[in-house]
């Protein structure tokens, strides 16, 4: 990946997606649906340094959270099921007083098929370590940047939402995918 000496990039929503997928648990978790949930507002910023990144930084708009579909469970998700999902998901992670998710790296180490970022991940006000794997792909006239991590809910603090007194309960457990395609040729400051 070639850069200006000090270039940085900056990635959003045009550039990629953030997902969320979520399990489902309890004695009646085959009533439940499996969610895929989109963080719709994100920007993600890298540092370069000779030609290497050397640091970055992910910030997260919870409110921008958007449920995109359900699979299993008895019935299809409906529409007015997905908004009443949102809202149950936007309560248990306290949107209101913590509108923010963020990741930092301050360091970033070079892998066969990408780099490892070590950072500090921010959930509902409370901070922890996180290691993100991230794989990049040549295309040609774009890098790809993939990652998948396994985020638990209640290392933050956030209670997965349950009902029927706990029978029916979103994982603990969830899965953070992220993928973007960056152009080559767009590399220099921003």
Same mark, same amino acid.
């Given at each position: 990946m070639s850069h200006d000496e000090s270039a940085a990039w900056s990635l959003d929503r045009s550039d990629g997606e953030l997902l969320i997928r979520t399990g489902v648990a309890g004695r009646a978790a085959q009533m439940g649906h499996r969610l895929t949930i989109a963080m719709r507002g994100w920007r993600a910023t890298v540092q370069w340094s000779d030609d290497e990144p050397v640091s970055a930084e992910l910030n997260v708009?919870?409110?921008?959270?958007?449920?995109?579909?359900?699979?299993?469970?008895?019935?299809?998700?409906?529409?007015?099921? /997905?908004?009443?999902?949102?809202?149950?998901?936007?309560?248990?992670?306290?949107?209101?007083?913590?509108?923010?998710?963020?990741?930092?790296?301050?360091?970033?180490? /070079?892998?066969?098929?990408?780099y490892l970022l070590p950072g500090t991940l921010t959930i509902h006000g409370k901070a922890r370590t996180q290691v993100v794997d991230v794989r990049t792909d040549d295309l040609g006239?774009?890098?790809?940047?993939?990652?998948?991590?396994?985020?638990? =809910?209640?290392?933050?603090?956030?209670?997965?939402?349950? =009902?029927?007194?706990?029978?029916?309960?979103?994982?603990?457990?969830?899965?953070v995918t992220f993928t973007a395609q960056r152009a080559k040729d767009t590399s220099t400051k921003e």
């Amino acid at each position: 990946m070639s850069h200006d000496e000090s270039a940085a990039w900056s990635l959003d929503r045009s550039d990629g997606e953030l997902l969320i997928r979520t399990g489902v648990a309890g004695r009646a978790a085959q009533m439940g649906h499996r969610l895929t949930i989109a963080m719709r507002g994100w920007r993600a910023t890298v540092q370069w340094s000779d030609d290497e990144p050397v640091s970055a930084e992910l910030n997260v708009d919870v409110n921008s959270l958007e449920v995109v579909r359900g699979d299993g469970g008895l019935t299809p998700l409906s529409g007015p099921e /997905k908004i009443l999902v949102r809202s149950n998901a936007l309560r248990s992670l306290d949107a209101r007083r913590f509108p923010r998710i963020g990741f930092a790296a301050k360091t970033i180490e /070079k892998t066969d098929d990408g780099y490892l970022l070590p950072g500090t991940l921010t959930i509902h006000g409370k901070a922890r370590t996180q290691v993100v794997d991230v794989r990049t792909d040549d295309l040609g006239d774009t890098w790809r940047l993939s990652s998948e991590a396994v985020v638990r =809910q209640s290392d933050f603090g956030v209670k997965p939402y349950s =009902q029927l007194l706990g029978s029916l309960k979103v994982a603990d457990d969830v899965t953070v995918t992220f993928t973007a395609q960056r152009a080559k040729d767009t590399s220099t400051k921003e």
